[in-house]
């Protein structure tokens, strides 16, 4: 009987368990969310990491030809021509491993989180308040 994958216990262990050249995106992934929203917690979350502020933030995980982040969310105008070359589904992207990572588009994404989360949050307590 096949065994199941172990599930990491931390993004440490998520990252170690792909090739160094992969493990060097994913640390600057880490890093790059880790600066746009220092607040937030890291943990795994259905088996990926994941960022934690008011709710689930943003996630990551790294796949045999790219790295996905989840979710995404809309922005300008601007902001989403150029997130479309990467777009996989509505609140998906998937970033080649092939091509350069787009660290600063990643920054923004997870700004942009943060401000939805944090509106998000702010509704759901000006409701318990009623």
Do not use: C, W
């Not at 150029?82 to 998906?92: E, K, M, N, V």
């Not at 091509?99 to 943060?114: A, D, F, G, N, T």
């Not at 944090?118 to 000006?126: F, H, L, P, S, V």
């Amino acid at each position: 009987m096949p065994s199941t994958p172990a599930v990491p216990e931390s993004i440490d262990g998520y990252i170690e368990a792909f090739p160094k050249d992969v493990q060097g995106k994913l640390q600057r992934i880490r890093r790059t969310i880790r600066r746009a929203a220092p607040q937030a917690e890291e943990a795994i979350r259905y088996q990926i990491p994941t960022f934690i502020l008011h709710g689930n933030l943003i996630s990551f995980a790294a796949y045999r030809h790219h790295i996905g982040l989840y979710p995404v969310p809309e922005g300008s105008a601007a902001f989403n021509r150029q997130l479309a070359a990467y777009r996989a589904a509505r609140s998906t992207v998937r970033i080649p491993l092939d091509k350069p990572i787009p660290y600063s588009l990643i920054s923004q994404m997870v700004r942009l989180r943060v401000m939805d989360n944090r509106r998000q949050a702010k509704a759901r307590a000006a409701k318990k308040g009623k």
